[in-house]
């Protein structure tokens, strides 16, 4: 829940900023965490600051000191040259990279990237394709970061054996006695739970290699620039060690659907395929360097998993009791599992389609 303005200055007061914090507004976007642009006066704001969801974010030491990792690799980087603008933590005035507060709540603070924008949904193939590159350079450029120094930030976090294990634990304690209503989704995850599998035996049978990935490639986690270039990969909280199709899926997930994730009228819920052509273009830009062919392989059916693998924790969290995400209304997680679930309906309906267009593109 955000908090009143004159809290969050005197919050901001503790992290050392070259200009004096003036006024607040909570950003509206993200389920997890608490945001807010600072601005020293004038129209653009120059500082993000954040309240680190503990309750999700275990170990903030540890992710904060990924975070820290992540960032000063990418700043050894020319990311000029890929257009793109570096983001930094802003230490408190201890030099530490959060500040706790007397209730206990950990904050964090980093530059506002001039001239951004971001968007929940996309409309436009030019910004899908620049969208691929900028995650497909992502993981180009933390592609000689040692794995093994970064903390798992949320443990098992894409596992969907584990994402099964808790889901029917949780349906067979019906703690809200919402099982009778949903019926239908608990089928659709018990029609689809053994091929949603595929990524993980993969990664098990060592065919497709264990990389840095961002874990949370939500279109609305890329800044653009007015004129559509993307500028920089915000959201760093679950940079950890994982498998590649995981961010590719879970981009097509938000990045190419025609619809919001939350979207009710589920005759609007699609994938454009369009969008879809031209992020993958854009991804395998950068990406067709280093990737193996079991990862260009499965890219297409990795969207299906994913987007079934979120739509399992909204309906994981909906049985449970609504603890995970933040709602809006009583039936939020159960509309964002419904909408999930119609995508991943589409996406089975064409995905020769979309294996076709990642052949034609991977065979460029
Ligand atoms: C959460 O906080 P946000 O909105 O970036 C979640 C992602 C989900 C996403 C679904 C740490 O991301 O895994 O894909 O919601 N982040 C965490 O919209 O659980
Ligand atoms: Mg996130």
């Not at 006066?41 to 820290?68: C, E, K, T, Y």
């Not at 257009?83 to 408190?92: A, C, N, S, Y």
């Not at 894409?158 to 349906?171: A, D, P």
């Not at 119609?342 to 991977?362: F, G, N, T």
Request: hydrophobic content about 35%; some cysteine; aromatic content about 10%.
């Amino acid at each position: 829940m955000h908090q009143d303005p004159e809290n969050i200055l005197s919050v901001a007061d503790n992290f050392v900023t070259s200009t004096k914090p003036l006024s607040v507004v909570p950003v509206k976007t993200g389920h997890i965490n608490d945001s807010y642009f600072i601005y020293p006066g004038g129209n653009d704001p120059a500082f993000v600051l954040q309240r680190i969801n503990h309750a999700v974010f275990r170990d903030v030491d540890g992710l904060m000191s990924n975070i820290s990792r992540v960032l000063k690799h990418l700043e050894q980087k020319d990311l000029s040259a890929y257009g793109l603008v570096p983001l930094r933590v802003i230490p408190d005035r201890n030099g530490h990279a959060y500040y706790q507060d007397a209730e206990g709540n950990y904050w964090r603070m980093y530059n506002y990237i001039p001239g951004s924008v971001s968007y929940d949904l996309i409309s436009d193939p030019t910004l899908a394709r620049e969208a691929g590159k900028a995650f497909g350079t992502f993981q180009l450029l933390t592609s000689d970061l040692n794995g093994a120094g970064l903390v798992e930030t949320i443990p098992d976090f894409h596992n969907i054996s584990t994402r099964l294990k808790t889901f029917r634990e949780t349906v067979e304690r019906d703690p809200e006695q919402r099982v009778a209503e949903t019926e239908e989704e608990i089928r659709f995850v018990e029609d689809r739970a053994k091929e949603m599998h595929s990524i993980l035996n993969l990664g098990a049978s060592g065919k497709i290699p264990v990389r840095v990935t961002h874990n949370d490639t939500k279109i609305n986690n890329i800044l653009f620039n007015a004129e559509g270039k993307a500028l920089c990969i915000v959201d760093l909280d679950t940079v950890m060690p994982g498998y590649s199709l995981y961010d590719f899926g879970d981009a097509i997930r938000t990045g190419t659907s025609a619809a919001a994730e939350d979207e009710e009228d589920l005759s609007k819920v699609d994938i454009r395929m369009d969008l879809f052509s031209a992020y993958s273009e854009g991804y395998l830009s950068a990406a067709r360097q280093f990737l193996v062919r079991e990862e260009t392989d499965n890219l297409a059916c990795s969207a299906r998993f994913m987007t079934f693998l979120i739509g399992l924790r909204f309906l994981t969290d909906y049985l449970g009791g609504d603890h995970y995400y933040r709602i809006r209304f009583k039936t939020h997680n159960l509309v964002r599992a419904r909408s999930q679930f119609r995508l991943v309906s589409r996406m089975e309906e064409r995905s020769k389609q979309m294996e076709k267009i990642i052949l034609q593109l991977s065979s460029v």
